[in-house]
């Protein structure tokens, strides 16, 4: 079984930024793809962001290019997502997964999520 225990969110001005990490544990193999997620209020959860175990492949959704920026550390089995110029509709809670390719699109592997991590962006 996997652990996954986001942390890092919180409440930020329009504008601000903000660091989430993901920490995984349990078996959780030698090599994997992680993703973060989140699911606004009313919606869909969805994938923002991915990043290969090598850290070469990347994926951002179009919503978050240019402001957001995952990375990991994988001594440390975890993995960073820094958030920058944040908007009310980032406001969210986050998830971390891990990830496989499939096809055309990246899919958590993970049936059991964390807790998430809350980011609310006010304006």
């Known amino acids: 079984q996997v652990q996954l225990v986001e942390s890092g969110g919180g409440l930020v001005q329009a504008g601000g930024s903000l660091r989430l990490s993901c920490a995984a544990s349990g078996r959780i193999g030698s090599t994997y793809a992680m993703g973060w997620f989140r699911q606004a209020p009313g919606k869909e959860r969805e994938l923002v962001v991915a990043?290969?175990?090598?850290?070469?492949?990347?994926y951002y959704a179009d919503s978050v290019k240019g402001r957001f920026t995952i990375s990991r550390d994988n001594a440390k089995n975890t993995v960073y997502l820094q958030m920058s110029s944040l908007i009310p509709e980032d406001t969210a809670v986050y998830y971390c997964n891990t990830i496989a390719y499939y096809g055309t699109a990246w899919y958590p592997q993970q049936d059991s999520w964390g807790q998430g991590t809350k980011v609310i962006v006010s304006s």
């Open positions: 990043i290969s175990w090598s850290g070469t492949r990347l």
